[in-house]
């Protein structure tokens, strides 16, 4: 199949946003904005074009595009406008588009029933069982318990706190250096609050603290971890697991702090869900994008999240029938 079709991917988050081409084995990549940065939809598109340029000269195949994406918050993406997109750059070929906790998912377990916590700038778990359940994905003002922007938001209060009492620290400083004094906070959120995205930048910093020694940072930590557990907790009993023992991958730039998030996570994990049984992630999000623009091994309970059509007719292809 790879060497009569062009594959590309397509990973939308908060933080940026990637893609992927493939032709038999030369590749082509684009790195762009995340979600904050423009209007979503053009992002996708502008990101095929750039890893489609850098992929070089094709021949006339169909191209595959998969895509997850961030703010879809477990709803049905619109594609419309995608599509029309992409239609200036392909004569034919298919779009599948999902919440970026599929495609999560895909990369980090395949087409096997466990759990995955996709945690970066926010947080979205997806468990797959009996059923399909989600978790949190609620974004920074309702939910994101413990992603990267939880982190930022748990720092910048820990500092004004030791503001208030007079204990200036390098938690203080870092806060200060990011966002301007704290006398000016307030106004400034009022104002032009700053985007998830940039909030989360404190997380690196928050990192080195507690590794330094920082007692509120490694707490932060300590807490974040937790959350996530409980997030992951809550999707896999909803969904009905259905074998003794539950695979839980964790996927995101927040994972690769390993020393301070896997320990709270993974002692939480098993105090709530004994059956959980912890597994490095097999691939990222972006892998998971590449597979879901195959669609041949997505189970049958993803491909219902993820919305199909194909880019010549311009109709919609209900994947159950395709995955029979």
């Known amino acids: ?38 209007d979503p939809d053009t992002l996708v598109v502008e990101a095929v074009r750039a890893a489609l340029a850098d992929l070089g000269p094709r021949p006339d195949v169909p191209v595959h595009v998969g895509v997850g994406m961030t703010g879809l918050n477990g709803q049905p993406p619109a594609v419309d406008r995608i599509r029309a997109g992409l239609r200036d750059l392909v004569r034919h070929g298919t779009l599948r588009v999902a919440d970026d ?97 940039h909030v989360a930048g404190l997380t690196t910093t928050v990192a080195d603290l507690a590794r330094a020694g920082h007692d509120g940072a490694r707490r932060i930590w300590d807490r974040a971890g937790r959350l996530l557990a409980e997030s992951v ?38 105090a709530g869900l004994p059956q959980a049984r912890p597994v490095p992630a097999a691939g990222d999000p972006l892998t998971g994008a590449l597979a879901l623009s195959d669609g041949r091994t997505t189970p049958t309970p993803l491909a219902a999240l993820t919305v199909h059509v194909d880019l010549a007719a311009g109709v919609d292809i209900a994947e159950e029938v395709e995955n029979r």
């Not at 590309?8 to 995340?34: E, K, N, S």
């Not at 200060?176 to 400034?188: D, I, Q, S, W």
């Open 233 to 270: 907790t809550a999707a896999v009993r909803r969904s009905g697991p259905v074998g003794a023992e539950v695979p839980v991958a964790g996927t995101g730039g927040l994972f690769t702090a390993t020393d301070l998030l896997l320990p709270p996570f993974t002692a939480a994990l098993r």
């Open 101 to 197: 906790s599929v495609t999560a998912y895909l990369g980090a377990l395949g087409p096997v029933p466990g759990a995955v916590v996709a945690a970066g700038t926010g947080v979205v778990v997806l468990a797959l069982g009996a059923t399909v359940a989600r978790a949190d994905g609620w974004g920074a003002a309702l939910g994101d318990r413990g992603s990267g922007h939880w982190i930022g938001r748990a720092a910048i209060r820990l500092a004004l706190r030791d503001h208030d009492h007079g204990r200036p620290g390098p938690l203080l400083d870092a806060v200060t250096a990011a966002f301007g004094p704290v006398e000016a906070l307030p106004a400034r959120w009022r104002d032009q609050p700053p985007t998830p995205e």
């Open 1 to 38: 199949m790879d060497a009569d079709t062009v594959r590309v991917g397509v990973d939308l988050g908060q933080g940026g946003c990637r893609a992927l081409a493939t032709h038999g084995p030369r590749t082509g990549r684009a790195d762009t904005a995340g979600f904050w940065g423009a």
